[in-house]
């Protein structure tokens, strides 16, 4: 009977699995098999900070950056504390966040967290990659002056 219950469970792992994952939560990386793209930012015209998203069960997560005669600087912050914490309030020993280096993936290039990606009227669409590991929570800050941005992030494992 055990060999049965076994078999079953395994089943119905493997069919999760097939039809794309599950969701235990609302929050990115509530449910390990949900590999979707969340929207962090929607075509925002001024100075905004995304959620705070849960990025906990992955070791990567690749950034979508869309932007339409967009000036600013977007910054990624993330943060290893337990809580998310309030990526719009200064840093503090009890709001624990900084800005994180992300990769662009079109050449490779390093781009430190502190200077983030400036744009000058710029439309175009880019890519980039955030090493996780070891972190919780991350959050994308644009530092808007004109046009419209949006941003979407999607959650990588190795395996």
């Known amino acids: 009977m055990k060999n049965v219950k076994n078999i079953v469970l395994g089943f119905l792992a493997s069919l999760v699995v097939l039809l794309g994952g599950y969701t235990a939560g609302d929050k990115l990386g509530a449910g390990r098999l949900n590999y979707m793209e969340r929207t962090m930012l929607d075509e925002v015209v001024a100075t905004t900070v995304s959620s705070a998203f849960n990025v906990a069960d992955f070791v990567h997560v690749g950034f979508t950056v869309a932007n339409t005669g967009a000036t600013g600087t977007l910054k990624f912050a993330c ?8 990526f719009s309030s200064t840093q ?3 709001n624990r966040w900084d800005y994180v280096e992300i990769i662009d993936l079109e050449d490779g290039t390093s781009i ?21 590991n070891n972190l919780r929570w991350c959050s994308a800050i644009w530092t808007r002056t004109s046009g419209t941005s949006t941003v979407k992030l999607l959650g990588a494992m190795n395996n």
């Open 92 to 94: 503090s020993v009890t």
């Open 79 to 86: 943060s290893m504390q337990e809580t998310a914490p309030t």
């Open 112 to 132: 430190a967290g502190d200077t983030g990606i400036v744009t000058t009227g710029s439309t175009d669409v880019r890519q980039f990659e955030l090493n996780t």
